[in-house]
């Protein structure tokens, strides 16, 4: 069976406090059969890895090495049109990933991107008290931070303002808000979220990042959802977004949306709970992709996961 979509792995956790994500592609390859049960095959194209114990600016050669051979992947497999997901990791995978989205696409047009998150990741060099880089990840791709990161495949920055929307944020500072605030773009939190539910939100978001865009993407820090669904993250925070909902919001996905790619960051195996998370990160892969894969394939091998599907992408 051919391979509908691309693992793509960034096992590091030292851009943040929390190490153990970057177990978390090694720990989803050798438990490679979670992913047997979706409805199209996969295959790992690389697992990006670190065995650095720098932390913090110490470890930023690290992880601009680490991110521009992610990036590099990335536009590879964009240019051969492939359907792939990226596996995190910290957070700071986000700037390999896009950086490379970016630079494919760049001859068409700009990107768009959604963010689903419990914080806004978008600390500069200049407002975080931490130093850690995965706090970074939006304030780069933005175009402000450290230049080697910035520097990624070409110098411009890698998204506009105006072509990306946060969802879910309930946990930020001062610093991070106001640069994001000066900028313009669009953030949903969570109290808005739970007001008018996820599904609604997605809709907006989605609506809003591609008015002028070629296409768009999704990067999910597992900890935006709740913790109760979402046990295994590298910084768990309560009230999240329900990944039931989730999940159904993400298969109503329009289908003639463009989608760029996908990424899922911040897993910890080692805080999982009987594979809770992992199991998620599996169904996120196939709420986002099946419909897709199956539509354009017609597939009916699997007329119970596709008879399901196709009416959750249905639904009002």
């Known amino acids: 069976m051919k391979t509908a979509v691309k693992l793509v792995g960034y096992a590091s956790g030292i851009a943040s406090n929390n190490v153990d994500t970057g177990l978390a592609p090694w720990y989803l390859q050798y438990h490679n059969e979670l992913f047997q049960t979706l409805p199209f095959a996969t295959s790992w194209s690389e697992i990006f ?19 521009h051979t992610l990036a ?5 497999l964009v240019k051969q049109r492939e359907n792939f997901c990226v ?3 910290d957070h700071s995978c986000a700037i390999g990933t896009w950086s490379g989205v970016a630079n494919a696409c760049r001859s068409q047009g700009d990107i768009g991107l959604i963010w689903i998150d419990a914080h806004m ?14 706090g970074m990840p939006l304030a780069h791709l933005l175009g402000s931070g450290f230049e080697s990161l910035l520097a990624l495949l070409d110098t411009k920055p890698k998204l506009k303002p ?4 946060l969802i879910g944020i309930r946990s930020y500072q001062p610093g991070e808000h106001q640069f994001l605030e000066n900028l313009g773009v669009k953030i949903i939190y969570m109290e808005e979220v739970l007001k008018q539910g996820i ?11 591609s008015r ?3 296409g768009v ?5 597992l900890d935006g959802i709740d913790p109760v669904d979402a046990p295994g993250v590298g910084y768990r925070e309560a009230n999240g977004i329900s990944a039931a909902e989730l999940l159904t919001a993400l298969a109503k996905l329009p289908l003639t949306m463009p989608l760029l790619g996908l990424e899922i960051a911040e897993y910890n195996p080692l805080r999982d709970e009987k594979q809770k998370t992992a199991k998620l990160i599996v169904e996120i892969i196939r709420a986002v992709y099946a419909p897709r894969i199956l539509d354009s394939l017609n597939v009916t091998a699997h007329p119970i996961t596709y008879k399901k599907i196709k009416n959750i992408s249905k639904k009002a």
Do not use: M, Y
């Not at 590099?72 to 590879?76: A, L």
């Not at 990741?121 to 995965?134: L, V």
């Open 217 to 221: 993407g999704i990067s999910i820090d």
């Open 87 to 89: 596996i995190g990791g």
């Open 162 to 165: 105006e072509n990306v929307c």
């Open 72 to 76: 590099q992947q990335i536009v590879s």
């Open 199 to 209: 599904g609604a939100t997605l809709d907006l978001a989605l609506a809003h990042v």
């Open 212 to 214: 002028a865009t070629i």
């Open 121 to 134: 990741d978008s600390h500069t060099p200049e407002t975080s008290n931490s130093q850690n880089i995965h």
């Open 49 to 67: 890895t670190s065995f650095s114990s720098q932390r913090k600016l110490d470890a930023l050669a690290e992880i601009t090495t680490l991110n």
